[in-house]
């Protein structure tokens, strides 16, 4: 299968091949994929951001409940035209509840919901011309891949093709998605993987005001998944149609978007671009969201000597930059540092000492050798400083980059 497009914006390779912004290959990830930054992409690239200027979608202080339950509570955000739109978070958050509001699946909310500036609360899901790939499937048991990838194309609401015509998008779609080889068979001759490739094709072959993408690459291995963001950013580029993209996986959340809505317990925590989520995550949940290995956290105080701002707790003592002073609002001194294993250096000492843990374990990611030590109610994960692993039971030396460190309230438990 043809590997297909790869996205030009380092922040976005990065995050395909695993890397981000602190890793030591990123600027390999620039040298090595330069060669893909063509005039033909720049110009796009321009064309797109002409139309980003129209909010296509807008959820204007929506609540939805089910019951006692609130799944959605005041929330409010906006798609611009041709935006890639992904909604963030983990399981229960409110994500798939979103794209049934826009679809017309779920009724009985309040606030507003305006697809090209028309409120939808009383328009039929027929007449919204959404597109939208469940991660369930949804095909048709009884008709073919070809068949269920060309059923949207042969409604009565759609445009009048040939057959020929019909067959000609088919096959480009399948072809993309690496499924061109499955067409004369039944979903019950398919793969999980397969089958989401089946519905997300069959989505994608329509032209609606928008596409509502739940999951649809969830199901596939590593390997497929990886090809599979590269080819949804091509045709994400070529369609020129606004996405709304819903996944728990930073990775596509990073690699894909052009911003990105983190829900938490159905309330917006945090809405910007890749760079903003990853370098200024505004809460210790989306800090804890986002990452490989996770952001650690230590809870500790804020203290100011002699015009030194200090952050103390059981374990560490860190000096940190003035700035970090007014981060918090109401003036808090109980805090949580959050800082990434990648800004967080282990060296091997022979006896305990000030910023001094044990050591608990270790793994090895790609080129880096990461240490996990005993801080009592939770482990810390560093980089090491050297290629061989620390031996377990020896003491490591945390060494801080201050300048990445993030201070948060403290808004959830931690466990070891």
Request: charged share 25%; glycine share 6%; proline share 3%.
């Amino acid at each position: 299968m043809e590997f297909g497009y790869i996205s030009r914006d380092p922040f976005h390779l990065a995050c395909f091949f695993g890397g981000h912004r602190s890793n030591i290959f990123w600027d390999n990830y620039i040298d090595i994929f330069s060669r893909f930054i063509s005039q033909d992409y720049t110009q796009i690239q321009l064309q797109r951001s002409r139309v980003k200027t129209m909010n296509k979608l807008e959820f204007q202080n929506v609540t939805k409940k089910y019951g006692r339950t609130t799944a959605l509570s005041n929330v409010s955000f906006s798609c611009k035209e041709a935006e890639f739109f992904t909604l963030f978070g983990p399981s229960g958050a409110g994500k798939t509840t979103c794209l049934e509001l826009i679809a017309g699946i779920e009724k009985d909310y309040s606030g507003k919901i305006l697809l090209e500036n028309r409120d939808v609360k009383n328009v039929t899901i027929q007449d919204r011309n959404i597109s939208m790939a469940f991660e369930n499937y949804s095909l048709y048991p009884h008709l073919s891949v070809n068949e269920n990838i060309a059923f949207p194309l042969r409604s009565p609401r759609a445009q009048l093709r040939s057959e020929q015509e019909i067959q000609k998008i088919v096959e480009k779609n399948a072809s993309d998605l690496g499924i061109e080889h499955l067409l004369d068979r039944n979903p019950v001759q398919l793969s999980g993987g397969q089958k989401q490739r089946v519905s997300l094709a069959r989505a994608l072959v329509r032209e609606p005001a928008a596409f509502l993408l739940d999951e649809p690459i969830a199901h596939l291995d590593a390997k497929l998944r990886t090809i599979a963001r590269a080819n949804l950013k091509e045709i994400a580029l070529n369609l020129g149609t606004t996405i709304v993209y819903v996944t728990h996986d930073f990775r596509e959340a990073l690699g894909l978007s052009d911003r990105i809505c983190v829900l938490r317990d159905g309330i917006v925590e945090q809405i910007g671009t890749p760079q903003e989520i990853w370098n200024d995550p505004n809460s210790d949940f989306v800090g804890h969201m986002v990452g490989e290995p996770v952001m650690n956290f230590i809870d500790g105080f804020l203290l100011e000597e002699n015009e030194v701002l200090y952050f103390k707790s059981q374990h560490l003592t860190v000096t940190l930059p003035l700035s970090k002073k007014n981060v918090l609002k109401n003036n808090v001194r109980n805090v949580r540092l959050g800082i990434r294993p990648n800004d967080l250096i282990a060296s091997q000492r022979e006896s305990m000492g000030e910023n001094c843990l044990e050591v608990f374990g270790f793994e090895r990611k790609s080129n880096n050798v990461y240490i996990h030590v005993d801080a009592s109610d939770r482990l810390l994960i560093a980089r090491s400083d050297v290629d061989n692993p620390m031996k377990v039971g020896s003491y490591a030396h945390l060494g801080v980059m201050a300048e990445n460190i993030h201070i948060f309230e403290k808004s959830f438990e931690v466990s070891r």
